[in-house]
């Protein structure tokens, strides 16, 4: 068999498994190999507020956006509704880190915490320490980082359960 061949047997092998396995594997792997354009949010035209409830790129998540609850550690689509449907979760402020070496799992954890706290009280409308409210954030991955990624978007939720409406001046 001649060195030019190869390449071509190589890929009909490597085409004959991807046809036996993608079938087991299922969409995701699919979006992994194919550019399918990442879930976006049905939002107003007017006010950009989320219409309808769906799957959304964590990346489209935007300040007054709702969502409900995501389980995993490394996120790539969260669950959204509209803010007067009952939810967990309110984006509530974004900001960037800055630009450079991927500074570690604990300093962008501090960082986001940070500057979260610091910007619930404007939000909330009362202080994070007297309010019964928490926070958590969306933030920078090792990976995600490495393709760019420098947002934190800090998110706000009720520890008593589903909230229906935003939590902007909620005061509680």
Same mark, same amino acid.
């Given at each position: 068999?001649?060195?030019?061949?190869?390449? *071509?047997?190589?890929?009909?092998?490597?085409?004959?498994?991807?046809? =036996? @396995?993608?079938?087991?594997?299922?969409?995701? @792997?699919?979006?992994?190999?194919?550019?399918?354009?990442?879930?976006?949010?049905?939002?107003?035209?007017?006010?950009?507020?989320?219409?309808?409830?769906?799957?959304?790129?964590?990346?489209? *998540?935007?300040?007054?956006?709702?969502? #409900?609850? =995501?389980?995993?550690?490394?996120?790539?689509?969260?669950?959204?509704?509209?803010?007067?449907? !009952?939810?967990?979760?309110?984006?509530?402020?974004?900001?960037?880190?800055?630009?450079?070496?991927?500074?570690?799992?604990?300093?962008?954890?501090?960082?986001?915490?940070?500057?979260? *706290?610091?910007?619930?009280?404007?939000?909330?409308?009362?202080?994070?320490? $007297? $309010?019964?409210?928490?926070?958590?954030?969306?933030? !920078?991955?090792?990976?995600?980082?490495?393709?760019?990624?420098?947002?934190?978007?800090?998110?706000?939720?009720?520890?008593?359960?589903?909230?229906?409406?935003?939590?902007? #001046?909620?005061?509680?």
């Amino acid at each position: 068999m001649s060195a030019r061949r190869r390449p *071509l047997v190589r890929m009909l092998a490597i085409s004959a498994a991807l046809m =036996v @396995a993608l079938p087991l594997t299922g969409c995701s @792997a699919l979006r992994d190999l194919l550019p399918v354009p990442a879930p976006q949010p049905e939002r107003d035209d007017t006010t950009q507020e989320i219409v309808e409830e769906g799957q959304a790129d964590v990346f489209a *998540l935007r300040v007054g956006d709702c969502m #409900n609850t =995501v389980e995993e550690e490394l996120v790539s689509e969260v669950p959204v509704v509209p803010c007067t449907e !009952p939810h967990d979760d309110e984006v509530y402020f974004d900001f960037l880190l800055d630009d450079g070496d991927y500074p570690g799992d604990d300093a962008v954890l501090e960082a986001s915490d940070a500057r979260c *706290l610091a910007e619930f009280e404007a939000f909330v409308g009362l202080a994070y320490d $007297s $309010s019964t409210l928490d926070f958590y954030a969306y933030r !920078p991955s090792e990976e995600s980082w490495a393709s760019g990624d420098r947002t934190v978007s800090c998110v706000v939720w009720d520890p008593a359960g589903q909230v229906t409406g935003s939590l902007q #001046n909620a005061a509680y």
